[in-house]
């Protein structure tokens, strides 16, 4: 395993350094801009379009983001509930369950209260945009949109250190 500069006082290296933990060698405390995220950013996409997942997982997946696709609803709550996903993409117009109900139930999780939700619609409608928002939503996207440029807006949301690095 490499070492990688972890205090930016004293210069020392480590292997593994966690947030919140301490040089060894200072004793200087080691602040999240000091640290490298380990585990890859994991966002869940709720979307029934199977393609546009397919086809738009693998950038993010190239760029270092973990894509876990839900393809209803109820699948999308039950894997929220179990990953705690960094980012949650949820399509509003859906068969059955739609994402506002969605958005709506994932809200009323604890664990998932912090957790951004993006609603993303083809709907221009502002009635739909105020309830995402009344709902809990942090953001709301319109589609259509390509791969890359909604990475970027991804990479914009999550900020710099969003994506894994590699050790």
């Known amino acids: 395993m490499s070492e990688m500069p972890s205090c930016p006082y004293c210069g020392a290296?480590?292997?593994?350094?966690?947030?919140?933990?301490?040089?060894?060698m200072c004793g200087t405390p080691l602040t999240p801009e000091h640290t490298v995220r380990i585990r890859p950013t994991?966002?869940?996409?709720?979307d029934d379009d199977r393609l546009l997942l397919s086809v738009c997982a693998d950038p993010f997946?190239?760029?270092?983001y973990r894509i876990l696709p839900a393809s209803d609803g109820p699948t999308g709550i039950d894997l929220a509930r179990q990953e705690?996903?960094?980012?949650i993409l949820l399509d509003v117009v859906m068969f059955g369950m739609d994402g506002l109900e969605v958005c709506q139930r994932l809200r009323a999780e604890p664990v998932l209260a912090d957790t951004p939700i993006v609603l993303l619609t083809v709907l221009d409608d502002a009635g739909v945009r105020d309830r995402g928002r009344d709902?809990?939503?942090?953001?709301?996207?319109?589609?259509?949109?390509g791969p890359e440029q909604l990475l970027?807006?991804?990479?914009k949301?999550?900020?710099?250190k969003s994506h894994s690095a590699s050790l």
Do not use: M, N, Q
């Open 61 to 64: 997946e190239r760029y270092g």
């Open 152 to 155: 970027e807006k991804v990479s």
């Open 135 to 145: 709902l809990g939503a942090t953001a709301v996207w319109s589609k259509p949109f």
């Open 42 to 46: 994991t966002i869940l996409w709720i």
């Open 157 to 160: 949301l999550l900020g710099p």
């Open 84 to 87: 705690r996903p960094d980012l």
């Open 13 to 24: 290296t480590h292997p593994v350094v966690l947030a919140g933990d301490v040089c060894p």
